[in-house]
Structures are given as C-alpha cells and as structure tokens.
C-alpha cells in the first residue's frame, strides 16, 4: 500500500511540475511577444480582452453560437469578425456585440452571409494562411509574428497589424500571389503620418 501511495505522491508532483514549467514557459514566450509587439502592453493585454469578452457574449446566445460559424480577432483595439451566419439579421447580432464592448475602437463585420463552411474549406483557409505567414517572415526579417496577424475565411485573406505603407504593400503582394487566395482586404494602420502613400 506504502508502495502505490509514494508512487502516486511522485507521479502528481511531476505532473504539477511539467504544470509549472508550462505555466513558466508559456509566460515567457506571451512575454516576448509583448516585447516584439508595436502596440502598446496595455494595447496587447487589451485585445486579448476584448477577445474574450466576444467571446464570453457570443456564447450567451445559444442559437447565434449554433446557427453560425464565427472567427474574432482583435489588433490594436480593433476587432475583425468573419466566418458565415444564415441571416443579415444574425450579422447584425455580432456588431451590436462588437458594439457593447468597452474601448474597442471600431469593428469590421466581415460575416457571410450563407451555410456554415466545410471542416474542409476550414483547414485549407488555414493552410493558406500558415503559407502567408512562412512568406512574410522569411522575406521581412524585420517584422514579427505579433506585428501582422492573417486571417483567412473562404479564400479571403484579411490583413492587420501596425505596418508602415511600404511593409503593407509587401504584405499584400505576397497574400495576393499566394495559391488559392481569392482576394485580400487590407485592414492595416500606419502609425507613422508621414510615410508617402504608395
């Protein structure tokens, strides 16, 4: 019996400790990309928030969360809805949502409007976008993966982040020649006020 307590007893403690070291390494990787990051700490920590607040809210409609498909990305404050939904009136349902959420700066309703898309057109958009993300970053050393985000619904690649024009302009030429992109929408901002517009 005092052989299977002791075995049970080291067992649970090197499961609470790869727990630990998760936890540790978790932190340290969010810390980095915080680091990297052009927005602000509080910006970041912010859009995770407004993220699960969507979240959270979305989910309190049973049959919006049942009838829909819907993907939620925040950046700067900034939030992006797509996926599809059966009715306009049920698109109209996410923005009054994107709308009760405190300090979110403007909402872009990308939704369409139509039946919830295939597991298979799922993981095409996101091999797509693994595809545009590899390109960018091998090609753009001096961006990082916390700095653009790619979103891809249905062939459709959305584009955000804090770029000057001309890294938008790359961005863009890569996600536009990428196999099997239907067509791009730049959503990009450009802290700096006085880069020429191209």
Known sequence: MKLVTSALLIILSLYLLSGCTAAVVGGAVAGTSVALDKRTTGDYVEDQNIKAKFTHLYYQDDKLAETTHINVTSYNRQILITGEAP??????????????????????????????????????DSYITSKIKSSVFSRMSELDGAQVKVVTESGSVFLMGLVTREQGNQITEIARTTNGVKRVIKLFEYPNPQDPKI
Do not use: C, P, W, Y
């Open 87 to 124: 009715t306009e009136h049920d698109k109209q349902k996410l923005s009054n949502i994107a709308n009760q959420i405190k300090n979110v700066r403007k909402h872009f309703n990308e939704v369409s409007i139509g039946k919830v898309s295939s597991m298979s057109v799922r993981t095409n």
